[in-house]
């Protein structure tokens, strides 16, 4: 099975900051690997899909990127309403298997 | 406008069941793959599963095989996820989710979440 890492486990940032969330697969993934942001009470949502692909709505601060087993989510210019928990997602595109990832909590500095 | 609508919080005993409800609307139901994820208390998501869009087939996480059904009801856009046997462990937040269609594949839809409780 593939295994989903993510660094940090929390960070805390200030406002205008740049922040960055790594997340590492087990084995290779191409690029099959979604970010998701949930706030405390709330589900998550979907911000950014098959590693680099901002969905459509998600501010343009946040960006993904990497391939293969190495990938990072960055917030450029942090505003208040993305203080969250972000959440990686592996997915097998032939086969029925997701993984989530651990999961990253920024907090206010 | 795309709406998935759960049932409400549920509190059962050890060694229960409970059946959660996912009412869809705004899009053709039977189009899409359906999911349901969980989250225990200050703990991560967990995917529990995969329902088709015709119903016909479903693929569980091998944590939950055989205590988990999903299920959906085409007549009324519903999906349905039971799991048997509960435990405290079950104690959690159980989201429905939508797949997304196209070349991709992430939950770009996602219900308000179901409390269960299992207490004694």
């Known amino acids: 099975d593939i295994q989903m890492t993510q660094s940090p486990s929390s960070l805390s940032a200030s406002v205008g900051d740049r922040v960055t969330i790594t997340c590492q697969a087990s084995q290779g993934i191409v690029n099959y690997l979604n970010w998701y942001q949930q706030k405390p009470g709330q589900a998550p949502k979907l911000l950014i899909k098959d590693a680099s692909h901002l969905v459509t709505g998600v501010p343009s601060r946040f960006s993904g990127g990497g391939s293969g087993t190495q990938f990072t989510l960055t917030i450029s210019g942090l505003q208040p309403e993305d203080f969250a928990t972000y959440y990686c997602q592996y997915y097998d595109f032939s086969l029925p298997l997701f993984t989530f990832g651990p999961g990253t909590k920024v907090v206010i500095k | 406008q795309v709406h998935l609508v759960q049932s409400g919080a549920e509190v059962r005993k050890p060694g229960a069941s409970v059946n959660v409800s996912c009412k869809t609307s705004?899009?053709?139901?039977?189009?899409?793959?359906m999911h349901w994820v969980r989250q225990a208390p200050g703990q991560g998501l967990e995917w529990m599963g995969i329902i088709t869009p015709s119903g016909d087939s479903t693929t569980y996480a091998q944590k939950f095989q055989g205590r988990v059904a999903m299920t959906r009801d085409t007549s009324t856009s519903t999906v349905y996820m039971e799991l048997s046997r509960l435990a405290s462990e079950d104690s959690a937040v159980y989201f429905c989710a939508r797949e997304s269609s196209g070349s991709y594949r992430a939950f770009d839809v996602w219900g308000q979440g179901t409390m269960v409780a299992v207490s004694s």
């Open positions: 705004g899009y053709s139901f039977s189009n899409f793959y």
